[in-house]
Protein backbone atom coordinates (compact mmCIF):
# COMPACT_ATOMS: atom_id res chain seq x y z
CA UNK A 1 0.00 0.00 0.00
CA UNK A 2 1.68 3.11 -1.37
CA UNK A 3 1.70 6.39 1.20
CA UNK A 4 0.96 8.84 -0.69
CA UNK A 5 2.14 12.07 1.76
CA UNK A 6 5.42 10.02 2.55
CA UNK A 7 5.73 9.87 -1.63
CA UNK A 8 4.45 14.14 -1.68
CA UNK A 9 6.78 14.92 1.29
CA UNK A 10 9.97 13.76 -0.97
CA UNK A 11 8.70 15.14 -4.30
CA UNK A 12 10.87 18.37 -4.94
CA UNK A 13 7.64 20.75 -4.47
CA UNK A 14 6.22 18.70 -1.61
CA UNK A 15 9.79 18.77 0.06
CA UNK A 16 9.49 22.58 0.20
CA UNK A 17 6.28 23.25 1.18
CA UNK A 18 6.45 20.35 3.92
CA UNK A 19 9.76 21.95 5.29
CA UNK A 20 8.75 25.61 5.18
CA UNK A 21 4.99 24.45 6.79
CA UNK A 22 7.05 22.03 9.28
CA UNK A 23 4.96 19.00 8.65
CA UNK A 24 6.43 15.66 8.66
CA UNK A 25 8.43 14.46 6.64
CA UNK A 26 8.61 10.36 6.87
CA UNK A 27 10.91 8.66 4.23
CA UNK A 28 10.80 5.13 2.92
CA UNK A 29 12.48 2.88 6.07
CA UNK A 30 14.83 0.57 5.61
CA UNK A 31 13.53 -3.37 5.95
CA UNK A 32 14.84 -6.23 6.42
CA UNK A 33 15.27 -8.64 3.10
CA UNK A 34 17.68 -11.97 2.75
CA UNK A 35 20.67 -11.82 2.09
CA UNK A 36 20.71 -8.48 3.20
CA UNK A 37 23.89 -7.00 5.13
CA UNK A 38 23.67 -6.69 8.84
CA UNK A 39 24.10 -2.85 8.04
CA UNK A 40 24.91 -0.90 5.00
CA UNK A 41 27.02 1.23 6.71
CA UNK A 42 29.92 1.01 9.15
CA UNK A 43 29.34 1.18 12.95
CA UNK A 44 30.68 2.48 16.00
CA UNK A 45 30.99 0.95 19.03
CA UNK A 46 31.85 3.21 22.37
CA UNK A 47 31.17 2.92 26.24
CA UNK A 48 30.13 4.83 29.45
CA UNK A 49 32.25 4.05 32.20
CA UNK A 50 34.70 0.22 32.47
CA UNK A 51 31.60 -1.25 29.98
CA UNK A 52 31.83 -5.20 30.18
CA UNK A 53 30.44 -5.94 26.79
CA UNK A 54 32.31 -3.51 24.36
CA UNK A 55 34.73 -5.69 22.92
CA UNK A 56 31.56 -8.92 22.51
CA UNK A 57 29.77 -6.09 20.57
CA UNK A 58 32.99 -5.57 18.26
CA UNK A 59 33.04 -8.79 18.05
CA UNK A 60 29.70 -9.53 17.03
CA UNK A 61 29.32 -6.54 14.44
CA UNK A 62 32.89 -7.77 13.04
CA UNK A 63 31.62 -11.23 12.76
CA UNK A 64 28.32 -10.23 10.75
CA UNK A 65 30.76 -8.12 7.83
CA UNK A 66 30.25 -4.65 9.58
CA UNK A 67 32.82 -2.58 9.43
CA UNK A 68 33.23 -0.73 12.92
CA UNK A 69 35.08 2.88 13.06
CA UNK A 70 36.56 4.62 15.54
CA UNK A 71 34.37 7.40 16.99
CA UNK A 72 37.24 10.24 16.69
CA UNK A 73 36.88 8.79 13.09
CA UNK A 74 35.14 12.22 11.00
CA UNK A 75 32.88 12.80 8.09
CA UNK A 76 32.03 9.30 6.94
CA UNK A 77 27.93 8.44 7.34
CA UNK A 78 27.58 5.77 10.03
CA UNK A 79 24.75 3.39 9.62
CA UNK A 80 24.72 2.33 13.72
CA UNK A 81 25.89 3.91 16.93
CA UNK A 82 26.35 0.87 20.12
CA UNK A 83 26.99 2.38 23.73
CA UNK A 84 27.84 -0.01 26.21
CA UNK A 85 26.57 1.40 29.12
CA UNK A 86 27.03 -1.26 31.90
CA UNK A 87 30.21 0.62 33.62
CA UNK A 88 28.16 3.51 35.01
CA UNK A 89 28.45 3.74 38.39
CA UNK A 90 26.57 7.13 39.15
CA UNK A 91 25.55 10.11 37.23
CA UNK A 92 28.41 11.88 36.52
CA UNK A 93 29.54 9.09 34.08
CA UNK A 94 26.22 9.39 31.57
CA UNK A 95 28.67 12.70 30.44
CA UNK A 96 30.74 10.38 28.46
CA UNK A 97 26.98 8.59 27.29
CA UNK A 98 26.41 12.00 25.85
CA UNK A 99 30.04 12.45 24.32
CA UNK A 100 29.95 9.55 22.31
CA UNK A 101 26.42 9.82 21.18
CA UNK A 102 26.27 14.06 20.47
CA UNK A 103 29.21 13.96 17.88
CA UNK A 104 28.21 10.32 16.08
CA UNK A 105 24.04 10.70 15.57
CA UNK A 106 25.33 14.21 14.23
CA UNK A 107 26.80 10.88 11.72
CA UNK A 108 23.73 9.07 11.47
CA UNK A 109 22.41 7.70 8.04
CA UNK A 110 18.97 7.71 6.82
CA UNK A 111 17.23 4.44 8.92
CA UNK A 112 20.82 4.49 11.29
CA UNK A 113 20.38 2.85 14.60
CA UNK A 114 21.63 3.65 18.00
CA UNK A 115 21.32 0.96 20.28
CA UNK A 116 22.43 1.33 24.25
CA UNK A 117 23.30 -1.71 26.46
CA UNK A 118 22.89 -1.37 30.43
CA UNK A 119 22.46 -3.15 33.49
CA UNK A 120 18.66 -3.40 34.63
CA UNK A 121 18.21 -0.78 37.39
CA UNK A 122 16.85 -3.35 39.55
CA UNK A 123 19.77 -4.75 39.92
CA UNK A 124 22.39 -1.94 40.85
CA UNK A 125 24.36 -1.60 44.03
CA UNK A 126 23.42 1.87 44.83
CA UNK A 127 20.87 4.52 44.10
CA UNK A 128 23.13 6.73 42.71
CA UNK A 129 23.66 3.83 40.53
CA UNK A 130 20.26 2.87 39.81
CA UNK A 131 19.55 6.44 38.92
CA UNK A 132 21.87 6.59 36.21
CA UNK A 133 20.93 3.45 34.38
CA UNK A 134 17.11 4.31 34.90
CA UNK A 135 18.44 7.89 32.89
CA UNK A 136 19.26 5.92 30.04
CA UNK A 137 15.19 5.18 29.18
CA UNK A 138 14.79 8.76 29.32
CA UNK A 139 17.97 9.61 27.38
CA UNK A 140 17.35 6.74 24.38
CA UNK A 141 13.11 7.70 24.45
CA UNK A 142 14.22 11.20 23.98
CA UNK A 143 16.62 10.67 21.45
CA UNK A 144 14.38 8.34 19.65
CA UNK A 145 11.88 11.18 19.16
CA UNK A 146 14.62 13.72 17.84
CA UNK A 147 16.06 11.26 15.14
CA UNK A 148 14.89 12.34 11.81
CA UNK A 149 14.94 9.87 8.48
CA UNK A 150 13.81 6.69 9.59
CA UNK A 151 16.35 6.56 12.43
CA UNK A 152 15.38 4.63 15.65
CA UNK A 153 16.68 4.47 19.06
CA UNK A 154 16.49 0.98 21.45
CA UNK A 155 17.95 0.34 24.92
CA UNK A 156 18.44 -3.17 25.73
CA UNK A 157 18.61 -4.29 29.67
CA UNK A 158 21.57 -7.30 29.96
CA UNK A 159 21.80 -8.66 33.53
CA UNK A 160 25.02 -10.30 34.89
CA UNK A 161 24.44 -13.60 33.14
CA UNK A 162 22.72 -13.14 29.94
CA UNK A 163 25.19 -11.70 27.81
CA UNK A 164 24.99 -15.04 25.58
CA UNK A 165 21.66 -13.99 24.62
CA UNK A 166 22.93 -10.50 23.36
CA UNK A 167 23.48 -11.68 19.86
CA UNK A 168 19.96 -12.09 18.62
CA UNK A 169 18.82 -8.92 19.81
CA UNK A 170 21.59 -7.10 18.67
CA UNK A 171 21.25 -8.16 15.22
CA UNK A 172 17.23 -7.86 15.25
CA UNK A 173 17.50 -4.09 16.27
CA UNK A 174 20.28 -3.01 13.74
CA UNK A 175 18.51 -5.21 11.06
CA UNK A 176 16.22 -3.86 8.22
CA UNK A 177 13.80 -6.61 10.53
CA UNK A 178 13.58 -3.41 13.40
CA UNK A 179 12.33 -0.89 11.02
CA UNK A 180 9.46 -0.01 13.11
CA UNK A 181 10.48 -0.80 16.42
CA UNK A 182 11.28 2.32 17.96
CA UNK A 183 11.95 4.22 21.68
CA UNK A 184 11.95 0.79 23.17
CA UNK A 185 13.46 -0.95 26.18
CA UNK A 186 13.93 -4.81 26.02
CA UNK A 187 15.39 -6.85 29.18
CA UNK A 188 16.77 -10.09 28.66
CA UNK A 189 17.14 -12.70 31.07
CA UNK A 190 19.86 -15.57 31.31
CA UNK A 191 19.21 -18.76 29.26
CA UNK A 192 21.57 -21.08 27.34
CA UNK A 193 21.09 -20.06 23.81
CA UNK A 194 21.95 -22.43 21.13
CA UNK A 195 24.79 -21.50 18.58
CA UNK A 196 25.41 -21.37 15.00
CA UNK A 197 22.19 -19.95 13.65
CA UNK A 198 21.61 -19.78 10.05
CA UNK A 199 20.47 -16.16 9.64
CA UNK A 200 19.46 -16.33 6.42
CA UNK A 201 17.11 -19.44 7.50
CA UNK A 202 16.85 -19.08 11.00
CA UNK A 203 13.84 -21.33 11.42
CA UNK A 204 14.69 -24.23 9.05
CA UNK A 205 13.25 -27.19 9.84
CA UNK A 206 10.18 -25.82 12.23
CA UNK A 207 6.83 -26.02 12.34
CA UNK A 208 5.23 -22.67 13.49
CA UNK A 209 1.06 -22.23 13.93
CA UNK A 210 -0.34 -19.18 13.07
CA UNK A 211 -3.76 -18.24 14.16
CA UNK A 212 -5.72 -15.90 12.25
CA UNK A 213 -3.76 -16.54 8.98
CA UNK A 214 -5.89 -16.15 6.43
CA UNK A 215 -5.67 -12.35 6.28
CA UNK A 216 -3.80 -9.41 7.72
CA UNK A 217 -1.25 -9.55 9.76
CA UNK A 218 -1.19 -13.06 10.55
CA UNK A 219 -0.87 -14.05 6.48
CA UNK A 220 2.23 -11.49 7.09
CA UNK A 221 3.44 -13.51 9.67
CA UNK A 222 2.61 -16.69 7.64
CA UNK A 223 4.58 -15.47 5.19
CA UNK A 224 7.69 -14.10 6.71
CA UNK A 225 7.77 -17.63 8.90
CA UNK A 226 8.10 -19.56 5.62
CA UNK A 227 10.74 -17.17 4.30
CA UNK A 228 12.47 -18.06 7.16
CA UNK A 229 12.33 -21.57 6.82
CA UNK A 230 9.69 -22.67 8.95
CA UNK A 231 6.56 -25.31 8.01
CA UNK A 232 3.43 -23.05 8.67
CA UNK A 233 -0.06 -24.48 10.31
CA UNK A 234 -2.27 -21.78 9.26
CA UNK A 235 -5.20 -21.80 11.40
CA UNK A 236 -8.61 -19.54 10.63
CA UNK A 237 -12.19 -20.08 10.90
CA UNK A 238 -14.21 -22.26 8.54
CA UNK A 239 -16.27 -19.21 7.07
CA UNK A 240 -12.38 -17.79 5.54
CA UNK A 241 -11.69 -21.20 4.24
CA UNK A 242 -11.33 -19.89 1.15
CA UNK A 243 -8.33 -17.40 1.61
CA UNK A 244 -7.01 -19.23 4.33
CA UNK A 245 -6.29 -22.63 1.43
CA UNK A 246 -4.60 -19.73 -0.76
CA UNK A 247 -2.21 -18.16 1.98
CA UNK A 248 -1.62 -21.86 2.93
CA UNK A 249 -0.80 -22.87 -0.85
CA UNK A 250 1.45 -19.50 -1.31
CA UNK A 251 3.46 -20.63 1.54
CA UNK A 252 3.76 -24.15 1.04
CA UNK A 253 2.24 -24.83 4.28
CA UNK A 254 -1.08 -26.68 6.34
CA UNK A 255 -3.96 -25.20 6.67
CA UNK A 256 -6.33 -25.81 9.45
CA UNK A 257 -10.12 -24.90 9.60
CA UNK A 258 -11.13 -24.42 13.19
CA UNK A 259 -12.98 -21.63 15.28
CA UNK A 260 -10.08 -21.03 17.86
CA UNK A 261 -13.52 -20.50 20.62
CA UNK A 262 -14.53 -24.17 20.04
CA UNK A 263 -14.31 -26.02 23.16
CA UNK A 264 -12.18 -29.01 21.69
CA UNK A 265 -9.98 -26.47 19.79
CA UNK A 266 -7.45 -26.95 22.07
CA UNK A 267 -6.99 -30.72 22.31
CA UNK A 268 -8.06 -31.29 18.29
CA UNK A 269 -5.04 -28.60 17.59
CA UNK A 270 -2.70 -30.51 19.77
CA UNK A 271 -3.34 -33.71 18.32
CA UNK A 272 -3.35 -32.65 15.13
CA UNK A 273 0.36 -31.29 15.76
CA UNK A 274 1.82 -34.45 17.42
CA UNK A 275 0.26 -36.59 14.49
CA UNK A 276 1.21 -34.66 11.67
CA UNK A 277 4.44 -33.05 12.74
CA UNK A 278 5.99 -34.05 15.79
CA UNK A 279 5.10 -31.10 17.43
CA UNK A 280 5.45 -27.06 17.03
CA UNK A 281 8.09 -24.97 17.80
CA UNK A 282 6.81 -21.81 17.21
CA UNK A 283 3.18 -20.68 17.93
CA UNK A 284 1.46 -17.49 17.14
CA UNK A 285 -1.51 -16.49 18.89
CA UNK A 286 -2.74 -13.71 16.07
CA UNK A 287 -6.31 -14.22 15.67
CA UNK A 288 -8.44 -11.02 16.95
CA UNK A 289 -11.89 -9.43 16.68
CA UNK A 290 -12.98 -5.63 17.64
CA UNK A 291 -16.55 -4.91 18.73
CA UNK A 292 -16.31 -1.37 19.46
CA UNK A 293 -18.65 0.67 21.49
CA UNK A 294 -18.59 2.86 24.34
CA UNK A 295 -18.65 0.98 27.20
CA UNK A 296 -22.53 2.29 28.35
CA UNK A 297 -23.76 1.23 25.24
CA UNK A 298 -21.81 -2.02 24.94
CA UNK A 299 -23.82 -5.11 25.07
CA UNK A 300 -22.59 -8.57 26.94
CA UNK A 301 -22.18 -10.26 23.59
CA UNK A 302 -20.00 -7.44 22.10
CA UNK A 303 -17.96 -7.86 25.56
CA UNK A 304 -18.11 -11.59 25.92
CA UNK A 305 -16.87 -12.67 21.94
CA UNK A 306 -13.80 -10.21 21.74
CA UNK A 307 -12.37 -11.40 25.69
CA UNK A 308 -13.36 -15.12 24.19
CA UNK A 309 -11.57 -15.07 20.89
CA UNK A 310 -8.53 -12.50 22.50
CA UNK A 311 -7.67 -13.86 25.29
CA UNK A 312 -9.49 -16.85 26.97
CA UNK A 313 -8.68 -18.84 23.81
CA UNK A 314 -5.19 -17.92 23.55
CA UNK A 315 -4.90 -19.28 27.54
CA UNK A 316 -6.74 -22.58 26.77
CA UNK A 317 -5.36 -23.43 23.18
CA UNK A 318 -1.71 -22.75 25.31
CA UNK A 319 -2.54 -24.85 28.04
CA UNK A 320 -3.79 -27.78 25.59
CA UNK A 321 -0.46 -27.37 23.44
CA UNK A 322 1.14 -27.67 27.53
CA UNK A 323 -0.96 -30.51 28.60
CA UNK A 324 -0.62 -32.45 25.56
CA UNK A 325 2.91 -34.70 25.75
CA UNK A 326 4.59 -33.58 22.55
CA UNK A 327 2.65 -31.33 21.25
CA UNK A 328 5.10 -27.63 22.12
CA UNK A 329 8.91 -29.49 21.08
CA UNK A 330 11.67 -28.42 23.09
CA UNK A 331 12.48 -24.87 23.21
CA UNK A 332 9.53 -23.72 22.09
CA UNK A 333 8.76 -19.97 21.31
CA UNK A 334 4.93 -18.63 22.15
CA UNK A 335 4.20 -14.89 20.57
CA UNK A 336 1.06 -13.66 21.60
CA UNK A 337 -0.09 -10.38 19.40
CA UNK A 338 -1.33 -7.59 22.23
CA UNK A 339 -1.96 -4.13 20.89
CA UNK A 340 -1.04 -0.48 21.85
CA UNK A 341 -4.87 -0.24 23.11
CA UNK A 342 -3.56 -2.66 25.52
CA UNK A 343 -1.33 -0.62 27.25
CA UNK A 344 -2.31 3.04 26.17
CA UNK A 345 -6.16 2.01 26.13
CA UNK A 346 -8.81 3.66 23.32
CA UNK A 347 -11.99 5.54 23.33
CA UNK A 348 -14.67 2.84 22.64
CA UNK A 349 -12.72 -0.23 23.22
CA UNK A 350 -12.66 -1.51 26.67
CA UNK A 351 -13.14 -5.18 25.70
CA UNK A 352 -10.51 -4.99 23.08
CA UNK A 353 -7.95 -3.09 25.33
CA UNK A 354 -9.28 -5.40 28.43
CA UNK A 355 -8.30 -8.47 26.44
CA UNK A 356 -5.16 -6.95 25.28
CA UNK A 357 -3.71 -5.79 28.58
CA UNK A 358 -4.70 -9.37 29.99
CA UNK A 359 -2.79 -10.84 27.17
CA UNK A 360 0.40 -9.02 28.60
CA UNK A 361 -0.57 -10.43 32.18
CA UNK A 362 -0.80 -13.51 30.81
CA UNK A 363 2.38 -13.91 28.89
CA UNK A 364 4.56 -12.43 32.20
CA UNK A 365 3.05 -14.60 34.10
CA UNK A 366 3.34 -17.84 32.08
CA UNK A 367 7.22 -17.10 31.33
CA UNK A 368 9.03 -18.24 34.28
CA UNK A 369 7.46 -21.84 33.50
CA UNK A 370 8.15 -21.65 30.03
CA UNK A 371 11.85 -20.93 30.90
CA UNK A 372 11.98 -24.08 32.87
CA UNK A 373 11.69 -26.13 29.76
CA UNK A 374 13.86 -23.93 27.70
CA UNK A 375 11.16 -22.09 25.84
CA UNK A 376 9.69 -18.57 25.57
CA UNK A 377 6.36 -17.00 25.43
CA UNK A 378 6.43 -13.02 24.82
CA UNK A 379 4.09 -10.78 23.16
CA UNK A 380 4.01 -7.89 20.48
CA UNK A 381 2.08 -5.22 20.57
CA UNK A 382 1.35 -3.45 17.61
CA UNK A 383 0.49 0.41 17.02
CA UNK A 384 -0.94 1.75 14.29
CA UNK A 385 -0.54 -0.96 10.91
CA UNK A 386 -1.65 -0.06 7.29
CA UNK A 387 -3.77 -2.33 6.44
CA UNK A 388 -6.99 -2.96 4.73
CA UNK A 389 -8.94 -1.41 7.65
CA UNK A 390 -7.28 1.28 7.97
CA UNK A 391 -7.39 1.82 4.51
CA UNK A 392 -11.44 2.46 4.94
CA UNK A 393 -10.78 5.16 7.55
CA UNK A 394 -11.43 8.73 6.93
CA UNK A 395 -8.58 10.69 5.28
CA UNK A 396 -8.29 13.13 8.68
CA UNK A 397 -8.19 10.49 10.93
CA UNK A 398 -6.04 8.07 9.18
CA UNK A 399 -4.06 10.81 8.72
CA UNK A 400 -3.26 11.73 12.56
CA UNK A 401 -2.98 8.26 13.50
CA UNK A 402 -0.29 6.86 11.08
CA UNK A 403 1.97 10.38 11.52
CA UNK A 404 1.14 10.06 15.29
CA UNK A 405 5.06 8.22 16.08
CA UNK A 406 8.52 9.44 16.17
CA UNK A 407 8.85 7.59 12.62
CA UNK A 408 5.90 10.12 11.17
CA UNK A 409 3.89 6.46 9.07
CA UNK A 410 2.24 3.67 10.05
CA UNK A 411 3.79 0.81 10.28
CA UNK A 412 3.17 -2.72 7.41
CA UNK A 413 1.89 -5.72 8.71
CA UNK A 414 5.15 -7.16 7.95
CA UNK A 415 6.42 -5.10 10.46
CA UNK A 416 4.79 -7.07 13.14
CA UNK A 417 5.82 -10.28 11.54
CA UNK A 418 9.50 -9.56 11.35
CA UNK A 419 9.56 -9.25 15.09
CA UNK A 420 7.67 -12.25 15.56
CA UNK A 421 9.95 -13.87 13.46
CA UNK A 422 12.51 -12.61 15.61
CA UNK A 423 11.02 -13.73 19.03
CA UNK A 424 11.04 -17.13 17.20
CA UNK A 425 14.51 -17.75 16.34
CA UNK A 426 16.83 -20.46 18.35
CA UNK A 427 18.57 -17.52 19.11
CA UNK A 428 15.81 -15.34 21.10
CA UNK A 429 16.33 -17.61 23.96
CA UNK A 430 16.98 -14.77 26.20
CA UNK A 431 14.41 -13.01 25.58
CA UNK A 432 11.01 -14.35 27.94
CA UNK A 433 7.76 -12.49 29.12
CA UNK A 434 8.70 -9.35 27.10
CA UNK A 435 6.20 -7.19 25.75
CA UNK A 436 7.40 -5.83 22.27
CA UNK A 437 6.05 -2.51 20.69
CA UNK A 438 5.66 -2.52 17.15
CA UNK A 439 4.97 0.96 16.98
CA UNK A 440 7.44 3.12 15.56
CA UNK A 441 7.45 4.91 18.99
CA UNK A 442 3.84 6.07 19.01
CA UNK A 443 3.31 9.38 20.79
CA UNK A 444 0.10 7.50 22.75
CA UNK A 445 1.40 5.27 25.83
CA UNK A 446 4.82 4.48 27.72
N1 LIG B 1 -4.40 -3.90 12.26
C1 LIG B 1 -3.87 -3.20 13.25
O1 LIG B 1 -3.54 -2.02 13.12
C2 LIG B 1 -3.63 -3.88 14.59
C3 LIG B 1 -3.09 -3.11 15.63
C4 LIG B 1 -2.86 -3.74 16.86
C5 LIG B 1 -3.13 -5.08 17.03
N2 LIG B 1 -3.67 -5.80 16.00
C6 LIG B 1 -3.94 -7.23 16.25
O2 LIG B 1 -3.30 -7.99 15.23
C7 LIG B 1 -4.03 -9.19 15.01
C8 LIG B 1 -4.36 -9.31 13.52
O3 LIG B 1 -5.08 -8.15 13.13
P1 LIG B 1 -5.55 -7.88 11.63
O4 LIG B 1 -5.65 -6.40 11.49
O5 LIG B 1 -4.73 -8.64 10.69
O6 LIG B 1 -7.06 -8.47 11.72
P2 LIG B 1 -7.95 -9.17 10.59
O7 LIG B 1 -9.36 -9.01 11.05
O8 LIG B 1 -7.59 -8.72 9.23
O9 LIG B 1 -7.53 -10.72 10.73
C9 LIG B 1 -7.85 -11.48 11.88
C10 LIG B 1 -8.01 -12.93 11.46
O10 LIG B 1 -8.36 -13.68 12.64
C11 LIG B 1 -9.36 -14.60 12.27
N3 LIG B 1 -10.19 -14.98 13.42
C12 LIG B 1 -11.07 -14.20 14.08
N4 LIG B 1 -11.71 -14.93 15.01
C13 LIG B 1 -11.22 -16.19 14.93
C14 LIG B 1 -11.51 -17.40 15.62
N5 LIG B 1 -12.45 -17.45 16.58
N6 LIG B 1 -10.83 -18.52 15.28
C15 LIG B 1 -9.90 -18.48 14.29
N7 LIG B 1 -9.59 -17.36 13.61
C16 LIG B 1 -10.25 -16.23 13.92
C17 LIG B 1 -10.19 -13.85 11.24
O11 LIG B 1 -11.00 -14.75 10.45
C18 LIG B 1 -9.12 -13.14 10.44
O12 LIG B 1 -8.66 -13.91 9.34
C19 LIG B 1 -5.27 -9.11 15.90
O13 LIG B 1 -5.00 -9.82 17.12
C20 LIG B 1 -5.39 -7.63 16.18
O14 LIG B 1 -6.08 -7.37 17.38
C21 LIG B 1 -3.92 -5.23 14.79
Not at 42 to 58: D, F, K
Not at 212 to 229: C, E, K, M, P, T
Not at 288 to 293: A, F, L, V, Y
Request: aromatic share 4%; hydrophobic share 45%.
Amino acid sequence: MSDWYRDFANSGFGATITKQLGLPRPVELRRYEPGQPLLPGPAVVGSAGQGRLRQQLTALLIDAGVTVSSPEADGERLAAVLLDATGLTGPADLAAAHALLAPAVKRLAPSGRVLVLADPPADADSPAQAAARQALEGLVRSLAKELRAGATANLVLVPAGAEDGLAGPVRFFLSGRAAYVDGQVLTLTPATVPAGQDEDRPLAGRTAVVTGAARGIGAAIARVLSRDGAHVVLVDVPAAGESLAAVANEVGGTAVAMDITAPDAGPRLARQLVARHGGADVVVHNAGITRDKLLVNMDADRWNAVLAVNLQAQLDLTQALLDTAGALKAGARVVSVSSQSGIAGNRGQTNYAASKAGIIGMVRAWAPAFAERGATVNAVAPGFIVTEMTAGMPLGTREIGARLNSLQQGGLPVDVAETIAWLAQPASAGVNGQVVRVCGQSLVGA
